[in-house]
């Protein structure tokens, strides 16, 4: 079977802490990664928003999205992304405009209904403010969207709001989802989608992709839907030697099911842990070969345009050689 077109690579982020290291470790740690990214020629790099997580220093994606392009050259940065129940939308669209004066054309604005955390810690995000709710989703969204350039959307008293004084230019907002409610708002509003297929392998990815693009009503930045897939992966000389560095994925997933949270282990920690390397963590582990193999089948499966590669690691480093052999055999 002839292997479908090649679509641009992108990368996420959690700026994950492991044992024995510090959150300024993992931050160092994600723009390394970032650099190697940008070197290797991947399209985009997403921090993710996490709070209160012992394995996530993302917690606050402009702050580090601002380091991140300020450390890199030409990829395109964001977020996947900013929960927006947890904040006011007024102040999601002031910083990613200012974002945006900084760094034109590379500015990516991811946004998820997800609290990004338990309900306890959601609640200290949130205070007793009425208007940060879930279900305030749709209208807050739709307000970051007109105080963004999208002339489309009337707001109501937001209309005399200005996210930034003179803008040249705006940020590209995505839609995040792991079900099928993402799929439609972001069809509705004419918005690019990625659907977190990293860890909602459970649900139906096609489908989802299916009401997407069967409800899409063109915008003025998209005129046609445009659809990107996140998947785990690690790639490294043998077969071997992937499925033990995805030791480590398979114990932080055990920890999150079993709500016993703590740092990244080592994969000699991992490998006297017991864990069953059928065990899910990382989606495809192998050579890049074999990972390439795979990614190819999901594009092919998906239709999508463009693939968002994630994985959770112990360190940075195998990410960056995960990248660079990924980024070998597709031909970036």
């Not at 705006?170 to 509003?189: I, K, N, R």
């Not at 490294?236 to 480590?248: C, F, M, Q």
Request: glycine residues 8%; proline residues 8%; hydrophobic residues 45%.
């Amino acid at each position: 079977m002839t292997p479908p077109a090649r679509v641009p690579l992108s990368v996420l982020d959690l700026a994950t802490v492991r044992a024995g290291h510090s959150s300024a470790d993992a931050l160092r740690g994600t723009i390394d990664i970032a650099r190697t990214a940008d070197e290797l020629g991947y399209r985009r790099f997403w921090v993710a928003e996490h709070h209160n997580m012992p394995a996530v220093a993302s917690t606050a994606p402009p702050v580090l999205i601002a380091s991140v392009a300020a450390q890199t050259a030409t990829i395109r940065v964001g977020s996947g992304g900013v929960m927006l129940p947890n904040h006011m939308p007024f102040v999601v669209a002031e910083q990613f405009a200012l974002l945006e004066a900084l760094h034109p054309g590379r500015i990516d604005l991811g946004i998820g209904r997800a609290p990004g955390t338990d309900q306890a810690t959601a609640a200290a995000l949130r205070g007793v403010s009425p208007y940060l709710t879930v279900e305030q989703f749709p209208e807050h969204l739709r307000t970051v969207l007109a105080l963004l350039g999208d002339d489309r959307i009337e707001v109501g008293p937001a209309a005399r709001l200005q996210a930034t004084p003179v803008p040249e230019s705006f940020p590209e907002v995505w839609m995040l989802g792991s079900s099928t409610y993402g799929a439609q708002v972001a069809a509705a509003l004419g918005l690019p989608f990625c659907y977190a297929y990293h860890f909602a392998t459970g649900t139906d990815v096609a489908a989802a992709l299916q009401l997407y693009r069967a409800g899409f009503q063109p915008s003025p930045r998209f005129p046609t839907p445009y659809a990107m897939v996140s998947a785990s992966v690690i790639a490294a000389e043998t077969t071997e030697e992937a499925h033990y560095l995805a030791g480590p994925s398979r114990v932080m997933l055990q920890s999150l099911r079993t709500g016993r949270l703590g740092p990244i282990v080592s994969p000699e920690q991992a490998a006297t842990m017991g864990m069953d390397e059928t065990f899910p963590g990382t989606q495809f582990a192998g050579t890049a070969d074999e990972v390439v193999a795979d990614l190819d089948a999901l594009v092919t499966r998906t239709g999508v345009q463009e693939l968002l590669l994630a994985g959770t690691v112990y360190d940075p480093a195998t990410r960056q050689d995960t990248l660079a052999r990924i980024a070998k055999v597709w031909g970036l």
